[in-house]
């Protein structure tokens, strides 16, 4: 269990981390346990379907966590266009993600502290909006956290006693150190969201009424375990807009808009990234593909319609 602190806690987030950080240092046994042998079966499943992956290009589904962060991505999820398949070869790194996962979720149980109940992978139905054609109509949540707070004065400071919601979602993300050191520094207030992070938890939150609580972005380091574990509270008005944002990118005809760029008044006309790096859409001038699934797809309708020129 979490010690107590010298300081009381005065964030969620360094309480939460504080959670996790203890489960790994102190490992309840018998959690730890229970947890991977039910993550074994998971495991076993992925690498059977190793056996029949097919390379061939095909289109995505509309499903939380397909970055519905971009107008762009959703127009080319609706007209069913193809993308290629993640590679054979860096699928056992996906492997990695469902191990660490399942760390995180013990390592936090381990710890919780009395006044603080974890529930792990609840299956739910997509709100009553959600695309109904080429989609997924459930999801899974990573965490649905629970709190007591009479139980927790001897933990949290008054302000946050007073402040914190009963009930709030967490999600969590493995990472490589690049990603990682985003999820630290990123500006998700204003607007940052290059990897779909808040649309996803804005889509899960509503489905849990919990979008006025704020939500849990939980990033876990797979790169270094010198800083293994990163903690955001996101606010409950960047929840509500983004739940709103995601609604407008997914229904109707959806037409293509690149969201990450925009003009650059006063220059030679060229576009420029907005809100990602190149990283995230790809160099249009080097024709560099990104992480995005549908760069290379934007960067040719871009030059098609002279969205670039």
């Given at each position: 269990?979490?010690?107590?602190?010298?300081?009381?806690?005065?964030?969620?987030?360094?309480?939460?981390?504080?959670?996790?950080?203890?489960?790994?240092?102190?490992?309840?046994?018998?959690?730890?346990?229970?947890?991977?042998?039910?993550?074994?079966?998971?495991?076993?499943?992925?690498?059977?379907?190793?056996?029949?992956?097919?390379?061939?290009?095909?289109?995505?589904?509309?499903?939380p966590?397909?970055?519905l962060?971009?107008?762009g991505?959703?127009?080319?999820?609706?007209?069913?266009?193809?993308?290629?398949?993640?590679?054979?070869?860096?699928?056992?790194?996906?492997?990695?993600?469902?191990?660490?996962?399942?760390?995180?979720?013990?390592a936090?149980?381990?710890?919780c502290?009395e006044g603080?109940?974890?529930?792990?992978?609840?299956?739910?139905?997509?709100?009553?909006?959600?695309?109904?054609?080429?989609?997924?109509?459930t999801?899974?949540?990573?965490?649905?956290?629970?709190?007591?707070?009479e139980?927790?004065?001897?933990?949290?400071?008054?302000?946050?006693?007073?402040?914190?919601?009963?009930?709030?979602?967490?999600?969590?993300?493995?990472?490589?150190?690049?990603?990682?050191?985003?999820?630290?520094?990123?500006?998700?207030?204003?607007?940052?969201n290059?990897?779909?992070?808040i649309?996803?938890?804005?889509?899960?939150?509503?489905?849990e009424?919990?979008?006025?609580?704020?939500?849990?972005?939980?990033?876990?380091?797979?790169?270094?375990?010198?800083?293994p574990?990163?903690?955001?509270?996101?606010?409950?008005?960047?929840?509500?807009?983004?739940?709103?944002?995601?609604?407008?990118?997914t229904?109707?005809?959806?037409?293509?808009?690149?969201?990450?760029?925009?003009?650059?008044?006063?220059?030679?006309?060229?576009?420029?990234?907005?809100?990602?790096?190149?990283?995230?859409?790809?160099?249009?001038?080097?024709?560099?593909e990104?992480?995005?699934?549908?760069?290379?797809?934007?960067?040719e309708?871009?030059?098609?319609?002279?969205?670039?020129?």
């Open positions: 269990m979490l010690n107590l602190p010298d300081d009381k806690f005065t964030t969620l987030e360094d309480f939460i981390g504080a959670i996790i950080a203890a489960g790994k240092e102190r490992p309840n046994t018998e959690i730890f346990e229970e947890t991977f042998r039910d993550l074994s079966d998971e495991l076993l499943q992925s690498i059977r379907a190793d056996a029949s992956f097919s390379a061939e290009p095909r289109p995505r589904m509309y499903r966590s397909a970055n962060s971009c107008q991505i959703s127009h080319f999820i609706q007209e069913l266009i193809p993308v290629d398949p993640i590679p054979a070869a860096t699928r056992p790194v996906l492997r990695m993600g469902h191990t660490l996962h399942a760390e995180t979720y013990a936090f149980k381990s710890a502290p603080v109940r974890a529930v792990i992978e609840i299956g739910i139905d997509l709100p009553a909006w959600w695309p109904k054609e080429n989609s997924r109509s999801g899974t949540i990573d965490m649905v956290l629970y709190f007591e707070k139980l927790l004065t001897d933990y949290l400071s008054e302000e946050l006693l007073d402040t914190m919601p009963l009930k709030i979602i967490a999600d969590v993300k493995s990472t490589s150190f690049f990603g990682f050191k985003k999820m630290k520094t990123q500006d998700y207030e204003t607007g940052g290059d990897f779909g992070y649309s996803q938890l804005a889509i899960y939150s509503e489905v009424n919990t979008l006025e609580a704020g939500a849990l972005l939980i990033g876990v380091n797979r790169n270094s375990p010198q800083d574990v990163c903690v955001r509270f996101i606010s409950p008005e960047r929840l509500l807009d983004e739940a709103a944002k995601v609604k407008k990118r229904q109707g005809d959806v037409l293509w808009k690149p969201e990450k760029f925009e003009d650059t008044p006063g220059q030679t006309g060229v576009r420029v990234i907005k809100k990602a790096s190149d990283f995230v859409c790809g160099n249009w001038a080097t024709d560099k990104g992480y995005c699934p549908y760069s290379k797809q934007c960067m309708k871009r030059k098609l319609t002279g969205y670039n020129a």
